[in-house]
C-alpha cells in the first residue's frame, strides 16, 4: 500500500449506531487530519494530531472521537450521529516541524450518510 | 491571517481550449501555495505547489501555475483541456509555520465541453 489509504470507502449508519472510520498513511509523515467534505460547503477541518498528540480541535461535536495510536494510523469513532453529518471524510497527512510547505496528501475518503 | 478567493465557483470550456482557474490569496509572510484537484468520489490530489523557487510552477497533466506578488494571484492554467480535467479543483495558501495551517479556498469546478 502506498500513501493515504481510508477504510471503508462507503458507510451508512443509522443514528443509534457505533462505527469507526480507519485511515493509515505510509508516507513517513508526522502530521495527520480529518476534514469533513459537505456538498456545496468549503472544506472543514476537524482534528489535527502532530507526533500522536491532537493540536486542534476546530469545536467539533463530541459525537465525533478521533483516535491516534501513532504517527502512521488514524482514526474517527462515530457515535449517535445526526443526518446532518452525512458527507464525505478526509484524512490526510503531512510532514511537521520547522518551516515548511508543508503540503497535505489526502485518502480517498469515506462517504458516510447517516439514516 | 491567511486566506484565499478561488473567483467562480463554475467554469466551463470547450476541449482543447485553454483553462484558467484563478486564485487570490492573503498572507502576511512570504506564503507556500498549492492547486489539488478532486475526482468524483475521490480525495484531493497535489497538482503542484509554489515555495518561492520560481515563480512559474509546472505540475502534473499539463497544469502551470504562476505567483504575482504584485497581484495575490496563484492563477492555475492548462493551453488545452482533456474531458478528463473535468473535476474540482482547490487552491490552498499556508504561511509554513504549522503544520495544520493550510487554508483551502471554497473550490472551482471545472467543466469540458465536448
Known amino acids: 500500500e502506498t500513501g493515504v489509504t481510508q477504510t471503508p470507502r462507503h458507510l451508512v449508519m443509522g443514528m443509534t449506531n457505533k462505527k469507526s472510520l480507519k485511515c493509515e498513511q505510509h508516507?513517513?509523515?508526522?502530521?495527520m487530519y480529518w476534514y469533513k467534505q459537505s456538498a456545496k460547503k468549503p472544506l472543514e477541518l476537524m482534528f489535527v494530531?502532530?507526533?500522536?498528540?491532537?493540536?486542534e480541535n476546530n469545536s467539533v461535536p463530541s459525537r465525533f472521537s478521533p483516535e491516534c495510536p501513532n504517527s502512521s494510523h488514524l482514526f474517527l469513532h462515530l457515535h449517535t450521529l445526526q443526518p446532518e453529518d452525512s458527507a464525505l471524510y478526509l484524512c490526510?497527512?503531512?510532514?511537521?516541524?520547522?518551516?515548511?510547505?508543508?503540503?497535505?496528501?489526502f485518502g480517498p475518503g469515506t462517504r458516510l450518510t447517516v439514516t | 491571517a491567511q486566506s484565499v478567493t478561488q473567483l467562480g465557483s463554475h467554469v466551463s470550456v470547450s476541449e482543447g481550449a485553454l483553462v484558467l482557474l484563478r486564485c487570490n490569496y492573503s498572507?502576511?509572510?512570504?506564503?507556500?501555495l498549492f492547486w489539488y484537484v478532486q475526482y468524483p468520489n475521490q480525495g484531493l490530489q497535489l497538482l503542484l505547489k509554489?515555495?518561492?523557487?520560481?515563480?512559474l510552477v509546472k505540475g502534473i497533466n499539463d497544469f502551470e501555475a504562476e505567483f504575482k506578488k504584485s497581484e495575490t494571484s496563484f492563477h492555475l492554467t492548462k493551453p488545452s483541456a482533456h474531458m478528463s480535467d473535468a473535476a474540482e479543483y482547490f487552491c490552498?495558501?499556508?504561511?509554513?509555520?504549522?503544520?495544520?495551517?493550510?487554508?483551502f479556498g471554497s473550490g472551482t469546478r471545472l467543466s469540458i465541453r465536448p
Open positions: 490552498a495558501v499556508s504561511e509554513g509555520s504549522s503544520a495544520s495551517k493550510i487554508i
Open positions: 494530531y502532530n507526533f500522536k498528540e491532537q493540536t
Open positions: 509554489y515555495t518561492s523557487a520560481a515563480t
Open positions: 508516507l513517513g509523515h508526522n502530521a
Open positions: 490526510a497527512s503531512s510532514q511537521s516541524g520547522g518551516r515548511s510547505s508543508y503540503e497535505q496528501y
Open positions: 498572507s502576511s509572510v512570504p506564503p507556500y
